[in-house]
């Protein structure tokens, strides 16, 4: 929800944030345009959803890297 969402972003206000969905999963990738869309309305610096293949076992949900060099990754998995 948004309010969990704010409240994990919280902490690290002024951070820039990339937005990862996996390659080829439309669900992830509109799940991670509706993220970029409402971080946009509260005025964080986010770029938009880059494709991206991850190794191993599929994910599911939303996983937030806390920041690295002053950039937030927010990787968008499946919702399956």
Not at 12 to 20: Q, W, Y
Not at 43 to 71: C, D, F
Request: proline share 5%; net charge positive; aromatic share 8%.
């Amino acid at each position: 929800t948004k309010s969990r969402l704010n409240n994990m972003l919280n902490n690290f206000k002024g951070s820039k944030i990339e937005l990862r969905c996996l390659n080829g999963d439309g669900e992830a990738f509109d799940f991670a345009s509706e993220i970029k869309t409402y971080l946009d309305s509260q005025l964080w610096e986010i770029s938009e959803p880059m494709s991206t293949i991850w190794a191993g076992k599929p994910k599911t949900g939303v996983k937030i890297v806390p920041p690295k060099n002053g950039m937030i990754t927010i990787n968008v998995y499946s919702q399956e």
